[in-house]
């Protein structure tokens, strides 16, 4: 175990050395890779303030029953019962709200003061109907098992027409997918430019110190001791210019919350930009530390297997 931990302590003191040898284009390497790496960080920190607005949006869509105007009111309300069921079958949640073509005719008339006109015909126009707020869709599974529902509710005797008001949580659910299969993408290609920044920069330290490797070799070092502080190196430059990047973000969010003020305002909002929590700062830091030692990895294994 001590041996193990000298062996790691020397070579943690290499890759300290290696680092501060370059110290300039050390800095600028991190820049340039903090630069990649703010572009998915800020994706992904506008998704995690999206998200809740997202699912807060999708609580209660309706779906809007309504019966023929024939129907006998004990027959609509014995409805209820079916309309239950149906729910039930679907795996769904939901309130159930009985509207008697009465009680839609006095909020017509509150709304659009047309009781002059209704008076007119001699006869309620309205039919009688239900509401279902459905609650707990989140997702486009969710969303999409309304369909099989209303289709089962359009089915229902007496019931001639079935309004779904889903069609714009399935448009929010189907933006959020796009944005982050977007963001994905977006995060490998950077992620791709990351570990080829790495793997130019550990190149020209090995090639830098290509006469102290040979050396180390002769005399019995092995390929791990001599690879391991290169590893290192890597893992750290990509350690540093990802808290860069999620600094820089984290900064960003103030002047950018500022000029939103005044915006959300206007809607009667309080919404903010938040920073990231500490445990996805953490995964971050850890993605960016990865991307470092393997960029690193491909690099001294292609390189000291050419001075070998």
Not at 62 to 67: A, G, Y
Not at 132 to 146: E, F, P, Q, V
Not at 154 to 178: F, N, T
Request: aromatic content about 6%.
């Amino acid at each position: 175990m001590k041996n193990w931990l000298r062996l790691h302590a020397y070579a943690l003191n290499g890759a300290w050395r290696h680092i501060r040898a370059p110290r300039g284009g050390f800095i600028l390497n991190v820049v340039v890779i903090a630069i990649a790496l703010m572009l998915p960080f800020a994706g992904l920190t506008l998704l995690e303030n999206v998200r809740p607005v997202s699912e807060q949006l999708v609580v209660e869509p309706e779906i809007s029953l309504f019966l023929a105007a024939d129907t006998p009111r004990v027959q609509a309300t014995s409805l209820a019962a079916s309309i239950k069921r149906a729910v039930k079958d679907a795996q769904l949640q939901g309130k159930l709200e009985f509207i008697p073509r009465e009680k839609a005719l006095d909020a017509l008339d509150a709304r659009t003061g047309l009781s002059a006109a209704v008076t007119a015909l001699g006869v309620n126009p309205l039919p009688d109907a239900y509401v279902l707020k459905l609650s707990g869709l989140d997702n486009m599974a969710d969303a999409n098992r309304t369909d099989s529902l209303v289709t089962r509710l359009q089915a229902l005797p007496g019931v001639e027409h079935v309004q779904l008001d889903s069609a714009w949580v399935k448009r929010l659910a189907a933006v959020m997918q796009v944005l982050q299969l977007a963001l994905l993408l977006l995060a490998i290609t950077l992620g791709t430019v990351v570990v080829a920044v790495v793997f130019n920069t550990i190149r020209l330290q090995v090639l830098h110190q290509s006469e102290e490797i040979v050396l180390s070799k002769l005399v019995g070092a092995s390929d791990a001791f001599v690879c391991r502080p290169f590893y290192y190196a890597g893992a750290f430059l990509g350690l540093s210019a990802g808290t860069l990047a999620l600094g820089l973000v984290t900064l960003g969010l103030h002047p950018l919350n500022k000029a939103l003020a005044d915006v959300v305002r206007l809607y009667g909002s309080q919404f903010q930009l938040a920073p990231l929590g500490a445990a996805t700062w953490l995964a971050l830091l850890a993605v960016s530390a990865t991307l470092g030692w393997f960029g690193a990895m491909l690099s001294v294994r292609r390189s000291i297997g050419r001075l070998a």
